[in-house]
């Protein structure tokens, strides 16, 4: 008799621990921008507002990235949700953008002591921009850019 209540007490808690991850999962729409905000704030990226659009998107707007060598700054990003995100990049879907990037501005700064004697190499930001895009495309299979601008400065 006490295994039987054993086996039941060890599915009983098998059964919350699914359901406990369950529920995370699909109510992650509503509690991600709590988790969000400072895991941007971390990685040095701001933003000025956050909208839900639905379950599988959200908007951000006033978005602004900045460190030592780059500035980015996009007027809205509208985006896949984390958990769509993940089910798409699982089962290989990409016809839709997973983001949306509208009124962009890209500044790349040299940090080399020799930029401060030459000017920006086009081939090296064309370079520097295709490595960006490189580590990106695991993430970000398809992506919109529009009325966006690339600049390359050197630093005095």
Partial sequence: MARGKGKKRVLWAGALFLAAILLIWFSLPLWFPWVLEPAARNQGVSYAAYQRKGYSRFELRGLVFTNRT?????????????????????????????AEVYNW????????????????????????????????????????????????????
């Fill in 70 to 98: 780059t500035d980015f700054q996009a007027e809205k990003i509208e985006a896949l949700g984390p958990t769509t995100w993940l089910l798409r990049s699982a089962l290989g879907r990409a016809a839709q953008p997973y």
């Fill in 105 to 156: 501005r890209l500044v790349l700064t040299s940090s080399d002591e020799k930029s401060a004697t030459s000017p920006p190499s086009p081939v090296n930001t064309v370079q520097s921009v295709g490595a960006i895009l490189q580590k990106l495309h695991r993430w970000l299979p398809t992506a919109s850019l529009s009325n966006g601008t690339v600049q390359a400065q050197k630093r005095l």
